[in-house]
């Protein structure tokens, strides 16, 4: 390569460049001016500008985007903490909503077998792709919000079903559903009849029950004993209170083994069955009274339970 500077001439300096092969005989000739020197600084000042702003853009965009995979990463990591709180809360709603149905369930009769809580039930259908979507982290938030609310409007039934099961169980055990003597027969049904002394027709407000002296005599249902006393009529009696209005009566006994005030359950032995009072013989008088009005006891003893079976040797 040679480099031959011819000197100044009209249009200035010129660099002329001869570049020729050791052993070939082809020759390469470079004239440099001004002008294409300053077209070539300009060209490599233009690349290195270039080449460095899209240096400085990639670096910015990556600077972008690792900022916003941080935003991301907190945003996520906030609502997951956010949705396994409101999941924690729902499994303990859910396991309240257990506990509830179960009891519910055995206050209503209903087998175990029919409804399990203990496991999910079995779902399925037919897969529908054009009407299905992706599920969004939103709809994930709605969706556990709805899950949320709806638990507690079913924890707000089942309590107030509860309550009213509860309500109707104790009802149901205040009601005289147990037989007042295990032993006897009806001897006089409720309603209109002959009087066996004046022979005169009366209304009669009971049921009489015709045993053996010193039958035992049981409570027909739950409550407390209002009245354990003497009448001209009735002879020794017994009244209990059952709450909500209702009344048992108990007269002609021989023997109260209750007193004035005492709480007695269903089916409790509270006296013994005699001939007190206004009686031709040994016999229970049993009334039923609701608000005070004597009510017919079949109506409530239809479907009564009798109480243990009595030992008549025992009686003798």
């Known amino acids: 390569m040679h480099a031959r500077s011819p000197g100044l001439g009209r249009k200035g300096y010129v660099m002329q460049v001869i570049m020729v092969h050791p052993r070939g005989t082809r020759v390469l000739r470079f004239e440099l001016t001004r002008l294409r020197v300053a077209l070539a600084v300009v060209l490599i000042c233009a690349v290195v500008a270039g080449a460095s702003s899209a240096l400085t853009w990639l670096f910015a965009s990556r600077l972008a985007g690792s900022a916003a995979v941080a935003r991301d ?13 409101r999941v924690g809360e729902l499994q303990a709603r859910m396991v309240r909503l257990d506990a509830l149905g179960e009891r519910v369930s055995g206050l209503a009769g209903i087998s175990p077998q029919d409804f399990d809580f203990r496991h999910v039930p079995p779902r399925g259908g037919p897969e529908k792709p054009a009407r299905s979507s992706d599920l969004t982290l939103p709809d994930l938030e709605a969706a556990l919000r709805q899950l949320g609310e709806d638990a507690d409007h079913r924890a707000d039934y089942f309590n107030v079903v509860e309550t009213t099961l509860q309500d109707r169980q ?3 055990k205040r009601l005289p559903r147990v037989m007042p003597v295990a032993t006897g027969y009806n001897a006089s049904s409720f309603g209109a009849r002959i009087d066996p002394f004046s022979g005169r027709r009366v209304q009669h407000d009971g049921v009489d029950f015709a045993a053996p002296a010193g039958t035992p005599i049981v409570a027909a249902a739950g409550g407390v004993v209002v009245a354990q006393e003497w009448h001209h009529e009735y002879g020794n009696m017994i009244d209990i209170d059952h709450g909500n209005g209702l ?12 007193r004035n005030g005492d709480l007695v359950r269903a089916g409790q ?10 009686s031709t013989g040994a016999h229970l008088h049993f009334e039923v009274h609701v608000d005070g009005q004597a009510r017919n006891p079949a ?14 040797a025992a009686i003798r």
Do not use: C, W
């Open 73 to 85: 990463n907190d945003y996520l990591r906030e609502n997951l903490a956010v949705m396994a709180t």
């Open 299 to 312: 109506g409530f003893l239809m479907t009564a339970t009798a109480p243990a079976p009595t030992d008549r």
């Open 247 to 258: 009344r048992t009566r108990y007269a002609h006994v021989s023997r109260s083994l209750v």
């Open 269 to 278: 032995n509270i006296a013994q069955v005699g001939s007190t009072g206004r």
């Open 170 to 172: 104790l009802s149901d």
